[in-house]
């Protein structure tokens, strides 16, 4: 299937077993109890814990599989995929072939980087947080170049596609249901002039992205509901998120969950495809009280760093390009972290008892004698 059904922190959590607490499992519980991927919190690159973690995660018993991929790694130097661009004559009012041609690469884009199948999502990411924060995530997949899942690509999608202008982007969630077992997957529909697409990865080709030649949001549900269906799978519910910001520096959040669909008889799906067109008119209203514009390709991309003079030594130190503080002319580094500042002098000072006393002293003196 396309997508997990939870993520865990742990390889051992929630792990079939027939003592008594597996028996007294609630039915919703078994429901959701599916293939289940570890969440890396220890950041890039992997440590050592979390490297071990997501190998015996991925393939326990054949322990000479990690020896020949520790041996090929050491062999190779970093290789970045190349990132989409797209070819307009007026970047200004990209015409409707040359979008749907810059999807496309980033299809390609996301195929060159893989979808991660080793069961632990490298890169954590909140829903909670703002754009600004996930635009700045989205910048350090990139620089890594790593293996991604669904909700990442979701991400680095919404990144590189933020500086066309009257596109129209929102997130897609999908829940299905294929032997008692919940599976959830997400990715980023795309509207522009009429039409409707979308963007993203996984396992399953023909669940990943679409093209831009959909007529209305409910036949672009439909053929993702088709696509379900050939893999043995009920799509039960529908989740239309808001209009994702273009202002790379905007502090509000994503609007992940706008509107739910049920997909049943009773499904209202005229009232589906009135959605687009209603983020439509609402971006247009901002954009007329709105003074910044959104940032061109190039700058998106100069604003990203591959690092590809280094070589990795094992997949464990991974390191994308860091900036590092500016040093002045004799090699020092401008802020000194073992000097103390002025405050903590100040509070060094005022801590002896002489001090503390000529300062009392000196305030009675200024609201009491004047």
Known sequence: MSEDSGTWEDSSVGKSSGNQNGKRMKKKERKSAGPRFLLNRSGVPLSEEAWDRMFNFYNKEDKQLRYKIE????CKKTKYPTLPKLNSLDTNAPRYGEVSLYLCNIKGYFNQLEYNHTGTQI???SKLTGFSRLMEKAKFIIRCSMPIKCLEA??????LTCFIPK????????????QGQSFYHIVLGIYYE???GSIGLSRRDDLADKPLIYDSLAALVREFQQCYAGYCHKLQKVTIGGPVPTDLTSQVQVQWNKKKFTLN???????MSRLPRSFKRDEESKSKHSFGQPRSMEALLSMIKLDTSKSTASPMTIRPATQFAPKRANGSSRVSLNAPTNSSRLAAAYSKPQARARLFKSVNAFFFHK
Not at 265 to 271: E, G, L, T
Request: proline content about 3%; hydrophobic content about 40%.
């Open 71 to 74: 041996e090929k790694a050491k």
């Open 167 to 178: 596109l129209i982007r929102f997130p897609i969630t999908f829940k299905s249901v294929c």
């Open 265 to 271: 008889s009773k499904c209202d799906w005229n009232s």
């Open 154 to 159: 979701t991400v680095v999608g919404m990144y």
């Open 123 to 125: 890169f954590e990411i």
């Open 194 to 196: 009429g039409q409707l």
